[in-house]
T-cell receptor
Framework: AQKVTQAQTEISVVEKEDVTLDCVYETRDTTYYLFWYKQPPSGELVFLIR??????QNEISGRYSWNFQKSTSSFNFTITASQVVDSAVYFC?????????????FGRGTSLIVHP | DVKVTQSSRYLVKRTGEKVFLECVQDMDHENMFWYRQDPGLGLRLIYF???????EKGDIPEGYSVSREKKERFSLILESASTNQTSMYLC??????????????FGPGTRLTVL
């Protein structure tokens, strides 16, 4: 069975602060994919990143960075110099890479509020 | 760009009504999904389909059914709507295979209120 835990239900920061959203997962699969999605107030989930389990290289995209650590089963997401437009619910998800299952398991989401 | 559209953004129905939620994707994806999203519970999978006329139950299929007569369209049906089905419904699609393109793409959601 798979499980994704986003322990932070809601985070509130002031603009320009750095913020890290935690994601911890459990799986018995040896290969898997990890995802982050952003859901702004408009409601549509927007894909942010996909990471393979065999690629532990961290990734940076502008103000966004992701820290994947297989040893601690974590895939944390950091926003540097947060902006009001970053306010959204962020979901972490896990999906097996083999076995024919296309069903990801989502965490419950972290609501990020960035105050001006 | 992948486009997943849902027939309504907001819907208000009465208890006992039959409700149809439509989802259409334009990228020839094999897999389609219906989720409901409730505060504090995240996304929960209702049904999914990996091919035309094929369907599989997700985690919470009770009270719902689905139809996939064409590859691009996946319908969610509430046979007799109840107040506990008031929720945000999200449709998603993804291609087959295990390459870099197998990410799920989501529609804008339908906020259903059952009175």
């Amino acid at each position: 069975a798979q499980k994704v835990t986003q322990a932070q239900t809601e985070i509130s920061v002031v603009e320009k602060e750095d913020v890290t959203l935690d994601c911890v997962y459990e799986t018995r699969d040896t290969t898997y994919y990890l995802f982050w999605y952003k859901q702004p107030p408009s409601g549509e989930l927007v894909f942010l990143i996909r990471r393979n389990s065999f690629d532990e290289q961290n990734e940076i995209s502008g103000r966004y960075s992701w820290n994947f650590q297989k040893s601690t089963s974590s895939f944390n997401f950091t926003i540097t110099a947060s902006q009001v437009v970053d306010s959204a619910v962020y979901f972490c998800a896990l999906r097996p890479a083999s076995g024919g299952s296309y069903i990801p398991t989502f965490g419950r989401g972290t609501s990020l509020i960035v105050h001006p | 760009d992948v486009k997943v559209t849902q027939s309504s953004r907001y819907l208000v129905k009465r208890t006992g009504e039959k409700v149809f939620l439509e989802c259409v994707q334009d990228m020839d994806h094999e897999n389609m999904f219906w989720y409901r999203q409730d505060p504090g519970l995240g996304l929960r999978l209702i049904y999914f389909s990996y091919d035309v006329k094929m369907k599989e139950k997700g985690d919470i299929p009770e009270g719902y059914s689905v139809s996939r007569e064409k590859k691009e369209r996946f319908s969610l049906i509430l046979e007799s709507a109840s107040t506990n089905q008031t929720s945000m419904y999200l449709c998603a699609s993804s291609p087959n295979g295990q390459g870099v393109t197998d990410t799920q793409y989501f529609g804008p959601g339908t906020r259903l209120t059952v009175l």
